[in-house]
C-alpha cells in the first residue's frame, strides 16, 4: 500500500484537484492507496483570520464565511457531476453552518481559546477532502472518506498536538485491514484528543498525517505532491540556479526542513525514519519528473553539500559575563527560563570559556525572552558578574547539511572564506559533533547574496557569478558591452565565469534588471530606463547586495571618479579606465588602494595606462616579487603617437587631431592629450604602482602647445587655435627633420623626478620606429639594470581599450 499527501496548490483550485485525481487514478491500478489532502489554498488562513476578527468583535468574520462557502461551492460546480452536487452541496453547507456557529460564539464572548481555534481550522480540511473524497468516487467507485479524528489521537495541546503512536497505530492497523476499498481518502491536519475534540497536528501538518498513516500501515512509501520538482539545493525563489535533489537521506531531509526547506514539514520524516519507509518529494504538475526519493540509502558519490537552507527573522542573544565561568547550572537556568515561556531555541553556541552563550530564537519572541532572562539572572546582573542579555534582531541562519561532510576536509574553511570574500559577516557560527550541517548567523539583509554565493561555490561547478554596474557607454562602453555578448557562453564554459550586466547608465539615462539586462537589446533597455542620477545609481547597486558585484567606470568623469569610495566600502569592485581617481591626490590614491584591501573589493586600473597593455599588471608583478624599480622612460599617449606619426607636410596638425578623434584615440577634450595632462596622469600612476609617493603638481610638464591654444575654454576654440598657430607647429617638424629625428611625447621618470615632453627621437632609439598608436614603457629596475623590461603595443583605441577592461573583469572572476 501506498500513501499519497497533496496539498497547498496541488488542490488549489478545481482543475489541480483534476490533477490529482488523475495521478491518484493512475496509481490506484497498481496497488491500494491512502491519500490525504490539505485544504484548498488560503482556506486555512481565511479560517484563522475569520476566527480572530470574530474575537476581536470585528463583524466582517461573517464575509469570510460567505467567501470560504462559494470558494467551495464554486468548487463542487466545476469538479462534480450534476447528478452528485446536490447531496454533498447539503453536506458542505451543513458543515458551514456549524463553522459559523464557532464564530458567532468567539463574536459574543469575545475570545477565542486555543480549543475552538484548533475546531474551526479543521474546517479547511474537512470540507475539501469531503469534496475530493466525491470526485474521487466519480472515476474510482470502489473509494471512499475516512475522518482522519477517528484514527489519529493525540493529548489535549490544541495548536500542536502530540501524537499518541500506540493507541494511533493500532486504530490504523485495524482500519485499514478491515477495509476493502482501493483508495481511501483523508483530511490532513486535523486529529482528535482522547475525549474527543478536535485538534490540530500545526501548521503543514498535513505532510504529517500522511507520515503517520504510512507508518501505521508499514506502507511501501510515501509520497508528498506538491508544486516544484522535490526537494532544492536552495530555496529557488531565492537561488535560481538551485537543482533539484535526486536522493537524499531522511537526517539530510529532517536538517533541510528544520532550516526552512518549506517543501516538507520537518516532524513528516520521524514516523517513518523507524520503518524504513521510503519518501517521494514529487510535482503534481509535472508527475514525470524524478522528484526527490528519501530513504536510508542515498548517492554516496554525489556532493557531500546536499542542499543550503536558512532560516529567517532571527534573533540572537548573548548571555555573558565572568560570573558564568566554572558556575555549574547557568545553562540550565537559561534554557529553564525560555521553557517555561515556551520560547523556542533554534540556534546555539557556546565558547569553550564559559564566559558567554549565544542562542537564536525568532525575532517576534526576542524582547519577552531578553525580559524573562534579565529577571532570571538579576542578582548576578546587580552583583556585575553577568550583563544584561543582548539582544540583536533581523538576523538570519544559513546552513549547509550534507550526511558525507564528516568525510570531505575544509568544507568550513570554503563556507567561511565564500562569504567574506563577498563581506558577509558572520555574526555566530554552530556545528554539531556528527558534522550533518554547518550553520552561520548573519545579517538578513546579506541572505540572498549568501545562499547564492555558497550554492554557486558548492553546486555550480564552481562557476563565479560576476554582476556589472556599468557606467558610461560611448564609444569604449559600446565596445566593451559587444566583447561581453560575444564572449559570454566561451566564459562561462571554458572559465566557469558567468558575467551579468545588471545596470547601464550614461549622462541621460540609466537601466536596472537584478536579472541581467539582455545585452543584444541593452540600447533599447537603456532608452526605456530612468533619468540617470549618480546618487540613485550607487543606492540600487547597494541595495541589490549582489555577489561578486563590480563597478565599471567608461567614463573621465571627475564626479564618478570621485564616488568609487562608496562601492569599495560596500565590498563592490571597481574596475575603471578612468585616470582620474588614480592620479589625483595622493592620499585619496592610498585610501582608495586601502578600501579595496579592508573590504575585500578589488580595485583595477590596468586601462590608465596603455589601454589594452598589461603595463600595469607587469609593474605589480615586479613590485610582488621583490624588484624595485628605479627609472622609467614612456611614450604612454597612443592618440600623440598616432598625431605625429601622421603629421607630415601634406597632412596638417590640426586634421591630423581631428581625426584622431575620429578614430575615437583622443579623450573627449583633445586638450588633455595634446597638453600632456593625461600622460603626465599616466606616468604618476606607474610611478606610484612603483611604490613612490608623488603628486601631480610633482611632474615637469614641457608642454608644447603656444599659450593660446592652452588658454582655449571649448572644442572649436581649440580646433581653431591649432590652425591659427600652424606655423609653430610647421617648425617642430621641420626641425625634426633636419636632426634626422621623430617627434615623440616622452614621460620619464628617475631618481625622484618626472618629466612630460615632446622630444626629439634619433633613429638609433627604440622609440624611433614606434608605429601608429602604440605606447611602449621601459623599466629600469634591480634586476632589468643595463636592458630594461620593455613593454610595447597598441595604446589606445575603443576595441583595445573595452578589452583591457574586460580583461580586468576577468582577473576578478579569477580569484
Same mark, same amino acid.
Given at each position: 500500500m501506498k500513501v499519497l499527501k497533496f496539498g497547498g496548490t496541488s488542490v488549489a483550485n478545481a482543475q489541480n484537484i483534476q490533477l490529482a485525481i488523475n495521478i491518484v487514478n493512475n496509481k490506484a491500478k497498481e496497488e491500494k492507496l491512502a491519500v490525504v489532502v490539505s485544504?484548498?489554498?488560503?482556506?486555512?488562513?481565511?479560517?484563522?483570520?475569520?476566527?480572530?476578527?470574530?474575537?476581536?468583535?470585528?463583524?466582517?468574520?461573517?464575509?469570510?464565511?460567505?467567501?470560504?462557502?462559494? !470558494?467551495?461551492?464554486?468548487?463542487?460546480?466545476?469538479?462534480?457531476?450534476?447528478?452528485?452536487?446536490?447531496?454533498?452541496? *447539503?453536506?458542505?453547507?451543513?458543515?458551514?453552518?456549524?463553522?459559523?456557529?464557532?464564530?458567532?460564539?468567539?463574536?459574543?464572548?469575545?475570545?477565542?481559546?486555543?480549543?475552538?481555534?484548533?475546531?474551526i481550522a479543521s474546517f479547511g480540511e474537512l470540507l475539501s477532502s469531503q469534496i475530493i473524497a466525491t470526485a474521487l468516487q466519480q472515476s474510482i467507485p470502489n473509494s471512499n472518506f475516512k475522518d482522519s479524528r477517528e484514527l489519529i489521537k493525540t493529548n489535549a495541546n490544541f495548536g500542536k498536538a502530540s501524537v499518541d503512536f500506540e493507541v494511533t497505530n493500532q486504530l490504523i492497523?485495524?482500519?485499514?485491514?478491515?477495509?476493502?476499498?482501493?483508495?481511501?481518502?483523508?483530511?490532513?491536519?486535523?486529529?482528535?484528543?482522547?475525549?474527543?475534540?478536535?485538534?490540530?497536528?500545526?501548521?503543514?501538518?498535513?505532510?504529517?498525517?500522511a507520515a503517520i498513516i504510512a507508518n501505521g500501515v508499514q506502507a511501501s512509501s510515501l509520497e508528498i505532491w506538491t508544486d516544484v520538482n522535490g526537494m532544492f539545493t536552495a530555496n529557488p525563489r531565492i537561488v535560481k540556479q538551485a537543482q533539484p535533489i535526486e536522493t537524499i537521506s531522511y537526517q539530510e531531509a529532517m536538517e533541510l526542513s528544520h532550516f526552512g526547506a518549506k517543501v516538507l514539514y520537518p516532524p513528516t520524516i520521524q514516523p517513518v525514519l523507524h520503518a524504513a519507509?521510503?519518501?517521494? *518529494?514529487?510535482?503534481?504538475?509535472?508527475?514525470?519528473?524524478?522528484?526527490?526519493?528519501?530513504?536510508?540509502?542515498?548517492?554516496?558519490?554525489?556532493?557531500?553539500?546536499?542542499?543550503?537552507?536558512?532560516?529567517?527573522?532571527?534573533?540572537?542573544?548573548?548571555?555573558?559575563?565572568?560570573?558564568?565561568?566554572?558556575?555549574a547550572g547557568s545553562s540550565k537556568r537559561l534554557f529553564e527560563v525560555l521553557s517555561q515561556h515556551g520560547i523556542n531555541v533554534i540556534f546555539i553556541t557556546q565558547a569553550s570559556s564559559e564566559h558567554s552563550i549565544c542562542i537564536g530564537i525568532v525575532n517576534a519572541d526576542a524582547d519577552r525572552a531578553k525580559a524573562a532572562i534579565d529577571k532570571a539572572f538579576?542578582?548576578?546582573?546587580?552583583?556585575?558578574?553577568?550583563?544584561?542579555?543582548?539582544?540583536?534582531?533581523?538576523?538570519?541562519?544559513?546552513?549547509?547539511?550534507?550526511?558525507?561532510?564528516k568525510n570531505h576536509q575544509g568544507l568550513s574553511g570554503k563556507m567561511f572564506s565564500t562569504l567574506g570574500k563577498n563581506n558577509v559577516n558572520i555574526r555566530a557560527i554552530a556545528q554539531g559533533a556528527s558534522e550533518r550541517n554547518i550553520s552561520v548567523v548573519i545579517n538578513e539583509k546579506d541572505v540572498k547574496k549568501a545562499l547564492n554565493t555558497l550554492h554557486e561555490r558548492f553546486f555550480e561547478d564552481n562557476t563565479k557569478q560576476l554582476n556589472l554596474f556599468v557606467m558610461g557607454v560611448g564609444n569604449v562602453g559600446e565596445k566593451f558591452i559587444d566583447q561581453i555578448h560575444q564572449q559570454k557562453k566561451f566564459l562561462k564554459d571554458n572559465l566557469k565565469i558567468n558575467v551579468r550586466v545588471i545596470a547601464l547608465s550614461n549622462s541621460r539615462k540609466m537601466a536596472f534588471d537584478e536579472e541581467g539586462i539582455a545585452l543584444k537589446d541593452w540600447k533599447a533597455a537603456l532608452d526605456q530606463g530612468e533619468a540617470a542620477n549618480v546618487t540613485s545609481f550607487i543606492q540600487k547597486a547597494v541595495a541589490m547586495n549582489l555577489r561578486n558585484s563590480i563597478f565599471v567606470d567608461i567614463t573621465a568623469n571627475y564626479e564618478i571618479a570621485a564616488i568609487y569610495d562608496q562601492f569599495l566600502r560596500k565590498n563592490?569592485?571597481?574596475?575603471?579606465?578612468?585616470?582620474?581617481?588614480?592620479?589625483?591626490?595622493?592620499?585619496?590614491?592610498k585610501n582608495l588602494k586601502s578600501l579595496s584591501r579592508k573590504?575585500?573589493?578589488?580595485?583595477?586600473?590596468?586601462?590608465?595606462?596603455?589601454?589594452?597593455?598589461?603595463?600595469?599588471?607587469?609593474?605589480?608583478?615586479?613590485?610582488?616579487?621583490?624588484?624595485?624599480?628605479?627609472?622609467?622612460?614612456?611614450?604612454?599617449?597612443?592618440?600623440?603617437?598616432?598625431?605625429?606619426?601622421?603629421f607630415s607636410d601634406t597632412y596638417s596638425f590640426h586634421n591630423v587631431v581631428k581625426e584622431a578623434g575620429v578614430q575615437g584615440f583622443t579623450e573627449p577634450d583633445p586638450k588633455i592629450d595634446l597638453s600632456g595632462v593625461d600622460v603626465a596622469r599616466k606616468i604618476l600612476i606607474l610611478i606610484r604602482e612603483s611604490g613612490y609617493a608623488m603628486e601631480m603638481e610633482d611632474i615637469v610638464?614641457?608642454?608644447?602647445?603656444?599659450?593660446?591654444?592652452?588658454?582655449?575654454?571649448?572644442?572649436?576654440?581649440?580646433?581653431?587655435?591649432?590652425?591659427?598657430?600652424?606655423?609653430?607647429?610647421?617648425?617642430?617638424?621641420?626641425?625634426?627633420?633636419?636632426?634626422?629625428?621623430?617627434? !615623440?611625447?616622452?614621460?620619464?621618470?628617475?631618481?625622484?623626478?618626472?618629466?612630460?615632453?615632446?622630444?626629439?627621437?634619433?633613429?638609433?632609439?627604440?622609440f624611433y620606429n614606434l608605429e601608429g598608436k602604440d605606447n611602449i614603457v621601459q623599466f629600469y629596475t634591480d634586476r632589468y639594470v643595463d636592458q630594461p623590461l620593455l613593454i610595447k603595443g597598441a595604446g589606445a583605441g575603443a576595441a583595445v581599450t573595452a578589452s583591457g577592461i574586460f580583461a580586468d573583469v576577468i582577473r576578478i572572476g579569477n580569484v
Open positions: 485544504a484548498l489554498s488560503g482556506v486555512t488562513d481565511m479560517l484563522l483570520t475569520a476566527s480572530q476578527k470574530a474575537a476581536s468583535k470585528d463583524e466582517t468574520y461573517k464575509s469570510s464565511i460567505e467567501e470560504i462557502k462559494q !470558494k467551495h461551492f464554486d468548487t463542487i460546480a466545476q469538479l462534480i457531476d450534476s447528478a452528485n452536487q446536490n447531496q454533498l452541496l *447539503i453536506k458542505i453547507n451543513s458543515q458551514i453552518n456549524q463553522l459559523q456557529t464557532l464564530l458567532d460564539g468567539c463574536f459574543l464572548l469575545g475570545e477565542l481559546s486555543p480549543r475552538t481555534s484548533d475546531a492497523a485495524d482500519y485499514f485491514n478491515a477495509n476493502k476499498s482501493q483508495v481511501v481518502l483523508l483530511p490532513g491536519f486535523i486529529a482528535s484528543s482522547e475525549d474527543g475534540n478536535t485538534t490540530t497536528l500545526g501548521r503543514g501538518g498535513s505532510d504529517y498525517t519507509i521510503p519518501i517521494w *518529494i514529487k510535482n503534481t504538475f509535472e508527475p514525470e519528473a524524478f522528484g526527490t526519493l528519501i530513504s536510508n540509502s542515498p548517492d554516496a558519490n554525489a556532493n557531500p553539500i546536499k542542499g543550503i537552507s536558512h532560516i529567517d527573522h532571527i534573533a540572537l542573544l548573548t548571555l555573558e559575563g565572568s560570573g558564568m565561568i566554572g558556575v538579576e542578582l548576578e546582573i546587580a552583583q556585575n558578574k553577568i550583563d544584561p542579555c543582548i539582544v540583536e534582531k533581523d538576523l538570519c541562519i544559513v546552513a549547509l547539511v550534507g550526511e558525507s561532510m563592490i569592485a571597481v574596475v575603471t579606465c578612468n585616470k582620474i581617481a588614480c592620479s589625483s591626490q595622493y592620499d585619496n590614491y573590504y575585500n573589493a578589488p580595485f583595477l586600473f590596468e586601462t590608465n595606462v596603455g589601454a589594452g597593455l598589461p603595463i600595469i599588471d607587469t609593474l605589480k608583478h615586479l613590485i610582488a616579487s621583490g624588484d624595485k624599480v628605479n627609472r622609467i622612460n614612456a611614450v604612454l599617449s597612443g592618440s600623440l603617437n598616432f598625431i605625429f606619426n601622421n610638464n614641457n608642454s608644447f602647445l603656444p599659450a593660446a591654444c592652452m588658454n582655449t575654454t571649448n572644442n572649436d576654440d581649440f580646433f581653431a587655435s591649432l590652425i591659427e598657430h600652424a606655423d609653430h607647429f610647421n617648425q617642430l617638424l621641420t626641425e625634426a627633420k633636419a636632426k634626422d629625428s621623430r617627434l !615623440k611625447f616622452v614621460a620619464s621618470f628617475e631618481n625622484g623626478k618626472a618629466s612630460v615632453g615632446l622630444q626629439f627621437i634619433p633613429s638609433d632609439s627604440p
